[in-house]
């Protein structure tokens, strides 16, 4: 940022923050007025409030309310807290004494909060306080407040923490953890605010309208309004990846991974030395270039380019090759390898780059992660038909069929299918080796993935940590298990999704707090919009940030950082140490061994054991390698004389890709005006350089000369570093709009099926839903066989009758169909599902619905009513959920697909989204359909819905397969019977209401089951 735009940027902020002044000398006048009060009359405000604004519906008059009662509101916060000064409280199982009154500053964060804004507050100014003065006032609403922390244990933390101050206060908190019950879930959602991580309200909603077969297991109850605590971390780093409930797929083609494992193998070893002799001939010829004699060499500019070429070929086919870093380490090498890609992109039609990968069998692309087999490596893999390995054009295919001799339809149409088929079958082949191939590549064990208790774990690259359960997509995960020869898992199949940006979107209102936001206001504002207000600190903040070291290899760069902790440790300063992978963490973790320093690391594993190491970080002479980003949200307090020995100080062992995240290290230090300092160390080695460096720079800095082990200074370099990290957030964020772009349509589909669904599930006349949805469909289906320009005995009602017969058991025989249209005299009305109908179509379909109708009452008068109202309603549930989750896997199908098509000059994203409206469409069409088909079947809805049950986690699938029983093919009415002969009436608990669900566990309401 430019001096002028900060000083303009920096002063609207302080005119936003200057507005909200006045605001806190209401709320001190208010406060030491409450101060006269009893505990029961400041509580009494509460219920006051409750009970005024729970009358009020309207949106604008409600948001109205709350504003003026903000004041007098947080007033009531501030006085709470300082009536429990002193008091001690039970955090996790510690005791902590409660000595918190909110400064100004912090009444300030809240009011920001309040208006739906992300308020930047630096480490330990106390943000989980402030998130009190808002949450307590639209608490009052009774809609429920979500407040959203980073892991369960900030949010149990913070739950027993600050909900000291709404117990006082009358208002009732609970907190959503991973391992509850959807009973004790929906307790949790009743109160007036509830703490939890993104992943669990995510999930929560997910399972709710996507997953729920009844209102009773739906636990939440709506989206009013959410905080989301370290706002960067859940809206910015988190949303990277959905929300995914998923179950075993129907699609799978694990076995091809384990099948083409030895092939890739040896495709990956003869690459190997492909690469090894590139290398060696590199270095023959650099060593030509510069002779050690000192003397003159001819033909250098040739030899460069030859050298550079080389090094670029190993770079494409072994973007991992170790022998090629060491060579690298010379940067003027380096340089003679990036001219070289430079001049073959410089070709339009880049027939040199082309030329330069066929040199290889296979070609990797570290940036956009993509592996292709050249050439070279088809005749590699299959020496006899190296077509085995390119994917044929289809469409000329098939037309070429209808093109061709052949007459006999059929004939024509099994050539065609044949031609899809085979074309299936190629695609599948050739994507598996690619993911091999990267899996061999680009993914390094203990690097990009761990293997524990024979899994392959993925460690999250920007936080350092674990993620199990978490899997790449496509089958890379299978690719690498494949690699390391552990367990193979099954692909699994998405039942539902959500993207957090999308998930949040939900909210009435939003706001954050994190103590790094500002850097990415932008995007906050562009997709959350959600403004960016930075409050100061309530001490000034006294943190010495060096200069950027930057060390020619990353050997030397480790030696100078154990130096720096051996100093300061010396002088009993404690001392935090950043790293952005876990490898590194434990390689400096066995440099500190080797030097007999004691000092902890962070294995992130379990969140409370790091919040502790952590909260003991500022010890004398603690040294503590955390993973970037470890322990967020956890507060260090300096130890006993600590400050006077100069505080805190921060050691980042390189650059992150995010400036956010290297903030966020270095706000570690220096809390509450406390000392403290803070230094980064960087190599030319590391990702960030090596990637997006600026090699020029290096190189004059380097022409002044550097002892071995010496560090390079200059003012561009750290110039250079910034903008290097500001390219690379940017081209993050457009990866992360582009996504959201692609899920903007799928979020729309979302929509319309989970208020379908929902509707389904409140309503209480599904049954007149059901015919609705069958006229619909023989609307549909009249008109496809009818066409109002010819005679009647023209129309297809030979295939009309096939299908009505085919649906329904009526049986009716096409001369009846045509003798109701010519009978057809009304027009149907205006504006009605049959308007456009001719009356002869009319006729018909009036005809059809009527018969249908008919055979229902029939089936009404046989059937156990409670039994078939569930029926019906499984009806169109299995038929949606089912359509859906293909549609999920199509839509998915579809973007990856969309991504390998060519479209000249169109956007993708165009033709992304006219496909998927078409795939809408027609997803519609065949639930209505498919639920038709299905009335009279019972049987066959109820497999279908068994299917869907075994996605469904235990506790639904006990529930309501106990409710029909297991076996095949079981009447309804029978299975109601035998639910209620297991059902045992206890009646010990308290009353049960008419409408509550049944005790019995049946999932019907009371009245209904065992109340009879
Ligand atoms: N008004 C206050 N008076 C006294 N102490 C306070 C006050 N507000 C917060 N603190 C203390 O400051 C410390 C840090 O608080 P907290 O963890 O909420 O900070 P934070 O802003 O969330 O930091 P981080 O960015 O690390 O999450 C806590 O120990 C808390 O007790
Ligand atoms: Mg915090």
């Given at each position: ?812 025989p096409e001369v009846e169909i045509l003798k109701t249209a010519e009978a057809g005299k009304d027009e149907p009305v205006a504006g009605s599902l049959f308007d456009g109908l001719s009356p002869a179509q009319f006729a018909v379909v009036n005809f059809i619905s009527e018969k249908v109708r008919n055979a229902y009452e029939i089936k009404i008068s046989f059937e156990n009513p409670d039994a078939l109202k569930e029926v019906e309603r499984f009806t169109i549930l299995s038929a949606i959920d089912r359509l859906w989750q293909e549609h999920l896997y199509e839509m998915d199908s579809l973007r990856y697909s969309i991504g390998l098509r060519g479209y000249g000059q169109r956007d993708p994203l165009v033709e992304y989204k006219a496909e998927a409206f078409k795939m809408f469409d027609e997803l519609m069409v065949n639930v209505k359909t498919q639920i038709c088909n299905n009335i009279f079947r019972s049987a066959s809805s109820m497999s279908a819905f068994e299917n869907f049950l075994r996605n469904v986690p235990q506790q639904t699938l006990h529930q309501a397969v106990s409710a029909f029983g297991g076996g095949d093919v079981v009447s309804e009415a029978a299975a109601a019977q035998e639910a209620r002969a297991r059902a045992k009436p206890v009646r010990t608990g308290p009353k049960v209401g008419r409408n509550d669900p049944c005790p019995c566990g049946s999932g019907k309401k009371y009245k209904q089951c065992c109340g009879r």
């Amino acid at each position: 940022m430019t001096g002028l735009i900060k000083i303009i940027f920096g002063s609207r902020n302080d005119r936003e923050v200057k507005r909200l002044k006045p605001f806190v000398s209401q709320i001190n006048e208010f406060e030491s007025g409450l101060q006269k009060l009893s505990d029961d009359e400041l509580r009494a405000k509460t219920a006051a409030w409750k009970a005024t604004l729970a009358k009020i519906e309207d949106k604008e008059e409600l948001a109205q309310k709350l504003n003026e009662i903000l004041p007098e509101a947080f007033a009531v916060v501030k006085n709470a807290c300082r009536r429990l000064c002193g008091q001690e409280i039970t955090v996790r199982g510690l005791p902590i004494k409660w000595e918190m009154i909110p400064f100004d500053v912090q009444l300030i964060g809240g009011i920001a909060q309040h208006q739906g804004k992300i308020t930047e507050m630096a480490t330990g100014e106390g943000k989980t306080l402030v998130a009190t003065l808002p949450v307590y006032l639209n608490a009052l609403t009774g809609r429920g407040v979500h407040v959203v922390t980073v892991n369960d244990y900030l949010a149990a933390r913070d739950s027993e923490w600050m909900g000291a101050i709404y117990k006082f206060l009358g208002l009732t908190v609970g907190v959503i953890l991973h391992d509850q019950s959807p009973r004790v879930r929906r307790e949790q959602y009743a109160c007036d605010i509830t703490y939890g991580t993104n992943a669990e309200f995510g999930f929560d909603y997910l399972r709710d309208n996507g997953m729920a077969t009844r209102k009773e297991e739906q636990v939440q109850r709506g989206h009013y309004f959410a905080i989301v605590d370290e706002v960067d971390s859940i809206l910015i780093d988190e949303a990277r990846t959905p929300l995914i409930i998923s179950g075993p797929s129907m699609h799978t083609h694990d076995e091809q991974f384990a099948q083409w494992k030895p092939l890739v193998e040896s495709l990956v070893r003869a690459q190997q030395q492909l690469c090894n002799r590139f290398l060696a001939e590199a270095e023959a010829l650099i060593k030509k270039l510069r002779p050690e004699d000192g003397s003159n060499v001819q033909n250098a500019s040739a030899l460069e380019h030859e050298i550079g070429l080389l090094l670029f070929r190993v770079k494409t086919g072994q973007p991992k090759s170790e022998g090629l870093m060491k060579i690298l380490e010379n940067p003027e090498n380096a340089q003679l390898m990036n001219r070289a890609e430079l001049d073959l992109h410089k070709d339009q039609k880049k027939v040199d780059l082309y030329r330069e990968k066929e040199e290889l069998l296979f070609a990797m692309d570290e940036k956009s992660q993509e592996a292709d087999l050249t050439e070279k490596g088809r005749s590699f893999v299959s020496p006899k038909d190296p077509e085995a390995f390119v994917l044929p054009d289809l469409t000329t295919q098939l037309h070429d069929v209808d093109a061709g001799a052949e007459t006999d339809a059929r004939k024509r149409l099994e050539a065609k299918t044949r031609l899809q088929a085979d074309f299936e079958a190629k695609a599948q082949k050739i994507h598996a080796i690619s993911q091999l191939l990267k899996a061999y590549s680009l993914y390094q064990l203990d690097v990009e993935y761990v293997i524990q208790e024979n899994k392959v774990i993925i460690v999250d690259q920007h936080t350092g940590r674990l993620m199990p359960g978490r899997r790449w997509s496509d089958g890379l995960h299978q690719a690498v298990e494949a690699k390391e020869g552990v367990a193979i898992e099954r692909e699994t199949q998405t039942l539902a999704t959500i993207t957090i940006q999308n998930y949040f979107r939900l909210y009435q209102k939003l706001a954050g707090m994190t103590g790094t936001a500002e850097t990415e206001a932008t995007e906050f504002l562009d997709i959350y919009k959600l403004g960016v207000v930075t409050i100061p600190t309530n001490k000034p903040n006294i943190r010495k940030d060096s200069h950027d070291s930057i060390y020619k290899t990353r050997r030397e760069k480790f030696n100078a950082v154990v130096a720096e902790i051996k100093e300061l440790h010396a002088k009993g300063r404690p001392i935090l140490v950043g790293t952005v992978s876990v490898e590194t963490s434990e390689m400096l973790s066995r440099m500190l061994k080797r030097e007999g320093l004691i000092h902890s690391v962070l294995n992130a594993k379990y969140h409370q054991q790091e919040a502790e190491i952590v909260a003991r970080a500022g010890q004398r002479g603690a040294v503590t390698i955390a993973t970037n980003m470890a322990g967020r949200g956890t507060d260090i307090k300096l130890g006993p004389g600590v400050a006077d020995v100069g505080g805190l100080h921060v050691l980042g062992t390189e650059r992150h890709e995010a400036r956010r995240i290297d903030r966020q290290l270095r706000g570690r230090c220096s809390r509450q005006g406390d000392p403290g300092s803070s230094h980064f160390f960087i190599s030319r080695e590391d990702d960030l350089r090596r990637l997006f460096g600026a090699d020029r720079i290096v190189k004059k800095t380097e022409k002044n000369g550097v002892a071995e082990g010496g560090e390079l200074k200059h003012p561009w370099l750290n110039r250079s570093i910034q903008s290097a990290q500001k390219k690379v957030e940017q081209h993050n964020f457009q990866i992360r709009k582009r996504t959201l772009e692609y899920d903007d349509v799928m979020n729309k589909h979302r929509q319309v099926i989970y208020d379908f669904r929902n509707e389904i599930i409140n309503g209480e006349d599904v049954r007149d839903r059901l015919m609705d949805i069958m006229e619909e469909v023989v609307v549909e289906k009249v008109l496809e066989f009818t066409n109002t320009d010819t005679e009647h005995g023209e129309w297809k009602l030979r295939q009309l009758a096939d299908w009505v017969n085919l649906n329904f058991p009526l049986g009716i025989p096409e001369v009846e169909i045509l003798k109701t249209a010519e009978a057809g005299k009304d027009e149907p009305v205006a504006g009605s599902l049959f308007d456009g109908l001719s009356p002869a179509q009319f006729a018909v379909v009036n005809f059809i619905s009527e018969k249908v109708r008919n055979a229902y009452e029939i089936k009404i008068s046989f059937e156990n009513p409670d039994a078939l109202k569930e029926v019906e309603r499984f009806t169109i549930l299995s038929a949606i959920d089912r359509l859906w989750q293909e549609h999920l896997y199509e839509m998915d199908s579809l973007r990856y697909s969309i991504g390998l098509r060519g479209y000249g000059q169109r956007d993708p994203l165009v033709e992304y989204k006219a496909e998927a409206f078409k795939m809408f469409d027609e997803l519609m069409v065949n639930v209505k359909t498919q639920i038709c088909n299905n009335i009279f079947r019972s049987a066959s809805s109820m497999s279908a819905f068994e299917n869907f049950l075994r996605n469904v986690p235990q506790q639904t699938l006990h529930q309501a397969v106990s409710a029909f029983g297991g076996g095949d093919v079981v009447s309804e009415a029978a299975a109601a019977q035998e639910a209620r002969a297991r059902a045992k009436p206890v009646r010990t608990g308290p009353k049960v209401g008419r409408n509550d669900p049944c005790p019995c566990g049946s999932g019907k309401k009371y009245k209904q089951c065992c109340g009879r």
